[in-house]
Nanobody, 124 residues
């Protein structure tokens, strides 16, 4: 089993920055591709970005390209989402996810494990 716990969410003004963390416990962290998704009230789940098991490859959703950066620290078993130039439309609950079968990008059914999410609110 793999457990994922997100942290770092909060309230920030438009144009500000936040860094989310996703701590992994349970089975080995290596070998799992990781991803971030978000969901705002009344909207469908949206792909934010993903990172390969070794951090060598990343992929981002169109809405966040150039503003958000995903990274991972194998020693700390943690994935990060650095969010810059935040906009009110970035307001959502952000979830991290892990995929045992490799880089799956935006295809969320392929992710095996999900965290409970952390709220990000961007005020205008």
């Amino acid at each position: 089993q793999v457990q994922l716990v997100e942290s770092g969410g909060g309230l920030v003004q438009a144009g500000g920055s936040l860094r989310l963390s996703c701590a992994v416990s349970g089975r080995t962290f290596t070998g799992y591709a990781m991803g971030w998704f978000r969901q705002a009230p009344g909207k469908e789940r949206e792909f934010v970005g993903a990172i390969s098991w070794n951090g060598g490859s990343t992929e981002y959703g169109d809405a966040v390209k150039g503003r958000f950066t995903i990274s991972r620290d194998t020693a700390k078993k943690t994935m990060y989402l650095q969010m810059n130039s935040l906009k009110p439309e970035d307001t959502a609950v952000y979830h991290c996810a892990a995929a045992s079968r490799g880089m799956t990008g935006s295809y969320y059914p392929a992710y095996d494990y999900w965290g409970q999410g952390t709220q990000v609110t961007v005020s205008s």
